[in-house]
Structure formats: C-alpha cells, structure tokens
C-alpha cells in the first residue's frame, strides 16, 4: 500500500522528470503549496505519458487505458481516497483544494483527441483543444494559488494557453514523428509554409509564420500579466518565475532563425538557477 507522502513524491518526481522549467519554479513556493502542485502535474504528465509514452501500443490500446484511468479517478474521488500510486496524491489535493472534477475531464477530452485528431483546421479549432489540455490547468491551480480576485480566471487559462503555444512552436519537429501538426493549417496555406514543414526546412515562408505564432503567443503572455498581480506575493513570485523561464524560450526559437526541426531550444540551466535565485531574494 502506497502511503501519501509517497505518492507525492512519486508526483514530485513526474514533475521534475518532464519539465525542468516547471519544477524550478514549483521551488519558489512554500513548501505548504508545492506538493499540491507536483500533484496537479503529475497526474497530467501520467496521463500524457499513456497517450505518448507506451511504446508501440496502438490508438485504441492507450484509449482504453486513459478512459481506465479517468474511470479510477472519478471512482476514487467519489469516495475520498485512492491506492493507485500516483491518484492517491492526486485526490488528496482535490478534495483539499475542493478543485472542481469537471476541468479534469476537460483535460482527459484533449488527451482523448490526442489519439484522434492528427492536425487542426482553424486557431479556434485549437483553442478548443487547449481548452482542456492547457487553459484548464490554470483553472485547476488557482485554489490552490489563491489569488485575491475572481478575474484571475482568465488570467489564469491565458498563460496556460501561452505555455502549449510555447511547446507547439518548439516541438514542431518532435510532434511531426509523432504525426501530429498544431500549428493552424489556415496559418499554413496563408503563409505558404506547407511546404517548408513537410520538408523540415527553414524558408522565409517558414520564418514569416513563425514570426506570427510567437508574437500571437506573447500577446497571451501578456494578458496572464494582469493576473500575477491578483496572487499573493508568494505565489505571484511562482508564477512570474515560470512566465519569465517559459516565455523565454520564444527568444530562444528566434536565436536559433526559427529551426524547431533539427533540435529542441531550450532555456540555458544557469538563467534558470539565476532568476530562482534573484525571485527568492525579492521575496526576502
């Protein structure tokens, strides 16, 4: 029997294992908060990992499993706890936190499309994927941010949305093996940069459309600043930290003339351990 403080750190560790950039902030929150929030990603990053990471298991094969997981979720928060390693941690900060279970169905619904749906027609097409693959985990975060207004709502989703759109434009090339496309095929054909994707090539074409999705993705970046300010100086400090890392590795794409086919751009560790550092000397 797994006991909670283990299936916490087991959380902890899927944080820290499938983003650098999120655990490094998750370390400017007290440790009061921290746990909860390893938690809220690490049942994402399990799910994830069964729609990504299960070897040559087919589509309906991991369909079945992500729907057993969803099933054993809402099971065992129905009845208050959970002996599954990583739900039990999961349950505990949900029902703490009185976390509302529908935003982990939104979240399930775009795992679920992961294993049906290969590209996206339209941004709003997009968006309504992201609505539960990332603007929803904004929503599950503030009761345990605890901003001081209910308008950090939109806040909130907004820079979840700015993060995916982060990781869209930096992985074109891995989801490309994965045979999946995020980037609007309206935006494709408007900038003629079919052809520069399906050859994983740098063209003006290609530069032009990246030039348009960044800046798109800065503009969310800059409507979840109207929401740092509603959280308490600790957690605003969480989350300015993660918008500063995670935001900066649009600058990182742009250095790199815009190649996200040949490598994954990354923030360098030392500016990381460098702004955790100068974050936690302002909070001082």
């Known amino acids: 029997m797994v006991s909670l403080e283990e299936s916490y750190r087991r959380c902890r ?3 820290r294992r499938s983003g650098t950039t999120y655990y490094a902030a998750t370390w400017l929150l007290p440790a009061v908060k921290r746990h909860h929030v390893h938690a809220l990603y690490g049942f994402c990053r399990y799910a994830d990992d069964i729609v990504d990471d299960l070897g040559p298991a087919s589509a309906d094969v991991r369909g079945k499993v992500l729907a057993e997981l969803g099933e054993r979720f809402f099971g065992d928060l129905a009845v208050g706890k959970s002996e599954h390693p990583v739900l039990k ?8 936190f009185a976390i509302d279970p529908d935003c982990f169905r939104r979240f ?3 795992m679920e499309m992961d294993l049906q749906v290969s590209a996206y027609q339209s941004f709003d097409d997009l968006l309504d994927y992201m609505d539960g693959s990332a603007a929803v985990i904004g929503e599950m ?5 605890e901003p001081c207004s209910e308008d950090a709502v939109v806040p909130a989703r907004d820079l979840g949305i700015a993060f995916q759109l982060t990781n869209f434009w930096r992985d074109v090339g891995e989801d490309l093996g994965r045979g999946r496309v995020y980037l609007p095929q309206e935006d494709l054909e408007r900038f003629g940069a079919r052809e520069a994707l399906r050859a994983r090539r740098v063209t003006p074409e290609w530069e032009e459309l990246m030039c348009f999705e960044i800046e798109r993705t800065r503009a969310y970046y800059r409507s979840a600043d109207l ?7 600790v957690a605003a400090r969480c989350i300015a930290g993660a918008r500063e890392l995670y935001s900066g590795i649009l600058g990182q794409i742009e250095q790199a003339g815009y190649d996200t086919f040949s490598r994954r751009v990354a923030v360098p560790a030392w500016r990381k351990a460098a702004l955790a550092a100068r974050l936690a000397r302002s909070g001082r």
């Open 108 to 110: 399930l619904r775009s």
């Open 141 to 145: 975060m503030l009761p345990i941010l």
């Open 89 to 96: 941690a999961v349950v505990h900060t949900v029902r703490a």
């Open 13 to 15: 560790e899927l944080n």
């Open 227 to 233: 929401g740092i300010g509603m959280l308490p100086p």
